[in-house]
């Protein structure tokens, strides 16, 4: 059973740029979740994709967007990059069929802005 | 979806038993209370989740009072690899968003 996959692992960007961070689900779950977790800090809740429609969000601007695929991978996508977005960005899968609704974590890619 | 309070930290030694209690007064009747575990620069994992009285597996044990406005996570004999964030989550099977609040840090000591 493949895990959590995402990518890149490191990255560094400047203010004003654009990154998109990819993840591949854990086989067999629908559902990934996308976290924002700064140092210090607990997970922050960016949103969820449910059969690629969003299906909830946090409080987060709308330059913070994503995508699911129909293999259940997902991408988050955030435009005009601040020096407070800086962070670790976790994505995890969950399925609905799971009788806890535990989430499945990755290791997270952490962006640094410059 | 209920707010859970837990100590910001907590120091303790190899081979004791840990508890890190809980509190969540606004727990909901179908709520259930989840705890999670990470490590630096690592993701969250799951540890144990119930809904009342007590549950146990192979790595830790949750006692639920009654009332269920708060709970115990019960970590045997820890060694110095259990040193990590533990979270404290309260909310529905299944809920489409899972909240994390600041998690309270364990260090485990020589």
């Known amino acids: 059973e493949t895990g959590v996959t995402q990518s890149p692992t490191h990255l560094i960007k400047t203010r004003g740029q654009q990154v998109t961070l990819r993840c591949s689900s854990q086989?067999?779950?629908?559902?990934v979740s996308w976290y924002q977790q700064a140092l210090g800090q607990g997970p922050q809740f960016i949103f969820q994709?449910?059969?690629?429609?969003?299906?909830g969000r946090g409080n987060f601007p709308p330059r913070f967007s994503g995508l699911q695929f129909p293999n259940y991978s997902s991408e988050l996508n955030v435009n005009a990059l601040e020096l407070d977005d800086s962070a670790l960005y976790l994505c995890a899968s969950s399925s609905l069929r799971t009788n806890t609704g535990e989430l499945f974590f990755g290791e997270g890619s952490r962006l640094t802005v410059l | 979806l209920a707010k859970t309070t837990q100590p910001i930290s907590m120091d303790s030694y190899e081979g004791q038993e840990v508890n890190i209690t809980c509190s969540h007064n606004?727990?909901?009747?179908?709520?259930?209370i989840t705890w999670y575990q990470q490590f630096p620069s690592q993701g969250p994992r799951f540890i144990i989740q119930?809904?009342?009285t007590k549950v146990t597996n192979e790595v830790a044990s949750l006692f639920i009072p009654a009332d269920r406005k708060s709970s115990t996570l019960s970590l045997p004999r820890v060694s110095l690899s259990d040193t990590a964030v533990y979270y404290c989550l309260v909310g529905k099977r299944g809920h489409d968003k899972i909240i994390f609040g600041k998690g309270t840090r364990l260090h485990i000591l020589p």
């Open positions: 994709y449910y059969r690629e429609e969003e299906n």
């Open positions: 606004n727990i909901a009747t179908n709520d259930y």
């Open positions: 086989s067999g779950h629908n559902t």
């Open positions: 119930g809904y009342k």
